[in-house]
């Protein structure tokens, strides 16, 4: 739409559905450079881009996918030093119990 934020400071923009492989392949038609603001484009959906020889993808589709799944991403972000927020890896009931546990209020 023409009155979305990113719009009215490009010089073209286009409309399309981000999940509509077909759009998304016309989309990068011409494009040197993509990148991404956010992690809501499944990056397995972007996978072919990675083939296109003049197209530059940044982040990586890998690095996206490790972000798009927030277990891999909060286990990067640990094994990388980084700060996040605490967590546990759910698997069983008994994990559920344990994150009740440490997670309560008070």
């Known amino acids: 739409h023409p009155l979305d934020p990113a719009a009215q400071v490009v010089g073209s923009h286009r409309l399309g559905d981000p999940q509509?492989?077909?759009e998304v392949?016309?989309?990068?038609?011409g494009l040197d450079f993509l990148t991404f603001e956010s992690e809501f484009i499944p990056a397995s959906l972007l996978k072919f881009a990675e083939a296109r020889k003049n197209l530059h993808v940044f982040p990586r589709l890998d690095a996206m996918a490790t972000l798009q799944d927030r277990l891999?991403?909060?286990k990067a972000l640990q094994k990388a030093h980084?700060?996040?927020?605490a967590f546990i890896e759910i698997q069983n009931k008994a994990d559920i119990t344990r994150a009740l546990s440490f997670f309560k209020k008070g």
Do not use: D, I
């Not at 392949?25 to 038609?29: G, H, I, N, P, V």
């Not at 980084?82 to 927020?85: D, E, I, M, Q, S």
């Open 20 to 22: 509509n492989p077909k």
């Open 25 to 29: 392949s016309a989309f990068l038609e």
């Open 72 to 74: 891999s991403q909060k």
């Open 82 to 85: 980084l700060p996040t927020a």
